[in-house]
């Protein structure tokens, strides 16, 4: 019974260690020859990233809308769009 169990956790983590060490292994070699590592994210990490890009997007919108309507200015408000 004992063996079996053990059996069964080593091979549920031998495939997870195998690619960790392969990862690892690979950015200690990039490291050497100045090649980019592989950057591993955590779901968090991959979140606030999207975030920070929709906040981003959102400012690049409202600037390109800004300059804009200062392109199409001639003295009314023809042409201009709402911020």
Do not use: H
């Not at 997007?57 to 390109?64: C, H, I, P, Q, Y």
């Amino acid at each position: 019974m004992l063996s079996d169990i053990t059996i069964l956790i080593l091979a549920v983590l031998t495939p997870i260690l195998s690619v960790f060490c392969f990862i690892k292994g690979y950015n200690i070699g990039a490291r050497e020859t100045n090649k980019p590592e592989i950057k591993l994210e955590t779901p968090m990490q991959k979140i606030e990233r999207a975030k920070e890009n929709k906040k981003a997007e959102e400012k690049r919108s409202r600037l390109n809308t800004l300059l804009e309507n200062i392109e199409n200015y001639d003295g009314s408000s023809k042409g201009q769009k709402e911020l």
